[in-house]
């Protein structure tokens, strides 16, 4: 795919499309989260062990919005 290739496609495009494209091209410019949205899906199934930890951590005490920002700011 070249840029001229890929200008082409969106030129094609539907003005409904517009906005989707956008969100898509503005992820496309970050590597990182380029990389991520072009990774393939981790489809398994979860283990009775993936299981176990997610109950654990679902039951672990989380901290409140205001003491992260507490924290940050301390910093």
Avoid: C, F, Y
Wanted: charged residues 35%.
């Amino acid at each position: 795919m070249t840029k001229t290739e890929l200008h082409r496609l969106v030129d094609a495009l539907p003005d409904e499309s517009l906005p989707a494209a956008a969100i898509l091209l503005r992820r496309a410019q970050d590597p990182v989260v380029a990389k991520l949205d072009a990774a393939p899906v981790d489809d398994e199934e979860l283990t009775d062990e993936d299981r176990r930890a997610i109950q654990e951590s679902r039951e672990e005490p989380g901290i409140s919005w205001s003491e992260v920002e507490a924290e940050l700011n301390a910093g």
